[in-house]
């Protein structure tokens, strides 16, 4: 068969490439403890799963507007307001199937062939495949746990170039769980300033899961909002993300033109999840606060686990979900006949040998490292490291 070329510019998310393999492990009766994907334990909250109910005996079932109905959208406006003190109205909100869609959106209707992107590392798993499937070119600038994996002001101005188009960068970030305070984004802000022809694509998705303070947006800064593309959802502050619902807030010509691509793709989303959205954003934010804190109390609880774990060393997540530790200590050690040559053999290793899944460092753009999820149980996190701790011991010189 000749496929398209289109298959050869990017590569297949490992993240979910770990947890299909996990899947297909547990399917041949081995117990795999899994610490790769980033999903929420919880379900859903119940007031949530009754507002969808009401939606389906209310026959909200009929084809949605592109970008979302419009009492949803006012929502999100609501929740903007509400949380982060950003006035948008109906007309900049986009509603797509999961913040990944509207990530793709945003960039399939912003980057042409040859535009550079800048991407701090490390990055979420999709952003460098999105850029290239636009055809866009990756920039990319290393950070460092010393530097709490986040870059400053002098490494962006250096990245800068006549060619760069868009800035993509997450906070609290996937995998690190690194958050820039507001006099970071400020500093940031002010090389951007100097550019004006770069646009900001800021991925909030995981902002109530925040250990440290206050939610910060780069979309704060007037002088800058104009070319902020803010991407949000449900998934991960609501226990939502078999619902695929994400939201984008930008000027409205940006809106317009993340309409555009979705209505070839998608058309609108899902009208039953929308519903439940609605109640998501506008109601009592108590489950979602209490689902962050259980989050925090995990995070303690992994952190402690690691001081026990020589070679593996990372900054101290202030959100999210994830450790991600550097693993390079382990390279060149053997198991049996076989070399841990890098991270991703330490994480087949893993897999194989401990039983626990979890994703190379390669995918977020840092080699050395490997990231562990702990949205999981506590029971399963001190089981998963457990195992993880014996297999490493078992490692040879």
Known sequence: MHLSSFLQRFNEPETLKMAKMGRELRANGIDIIDLSLGEPDFDTPDHIKEAAIKAIHDNWSHYTPVAGFLDLREAVCSKLKRDNNLDYGPENIVVSTGAKQCLANAVLALVDEGDEVIIPTPFWVSYSELVKIARGTVVEIKSTPEQGFKITAPQLEKAISKKTKLLVFSSPCNPSGAIYTKEEL????????????????????????????????????????????????????????????????????????????????????????????????????????????????????????????????????????????????????????????????????????????????????????????????????????????????????
């Open 186 to 397: 400020s500093a940031l802000g002010a090389v951007l300033l100097k550019h004006p022809g770069i646009y900001i694509l800021s991925d909030e998705i995981y902002e109530y899961i925040n250990f440290v303070g206050s939610h910060q947006s780069i979309a704060q800064f007037e002088a800058l909002k104009d070319r902020v593309i803010l991407v949000n959802g449900l998934s991960k502050g609501f226990a939502m993300t078999g619902w695929r619902l994400g939201y984008t807030a930008a000027h409205v010509t940006i809106a317009k033109a993340c309409e555009k691509v979705q209505g070839q793709f998608t058309s609108g989303a899902n009208s039953i999840a929308q519903k439940a959205g609605i109640t998501a954003l506008i109601s009592d934010l108590r489950p979602t606060l209490e689902m962050a804190k259980e989050f925090g109390r995990r995070r303690n609880k992994v952190l402690e686990i690691m001081k026990d774990i020589p070679g593996m060393e990372c900054p101290e997540p202030d959100g999210a979900f994830y450790i991600f530790p550097d693993v390079s200590a382990y390279f060149g050690k053997k198991a049996g006949a076989s070399v841990i040559a890098n991270a991703s053999d330490l994480c087949m290793y893993l897999l194989h040998t401990a039983h626990v899944s979890s994703v190379m460092g390669d995918a977020f753009g840092e080699p050395n490292c490997v990231r562990f999820s702990f949205a999981n149980s506590m029971q399963n996190i001190e089981e998963g490291f457990k195992r993880i701790k014996e297999a490493l011991v078992r490692l040879t010189d």
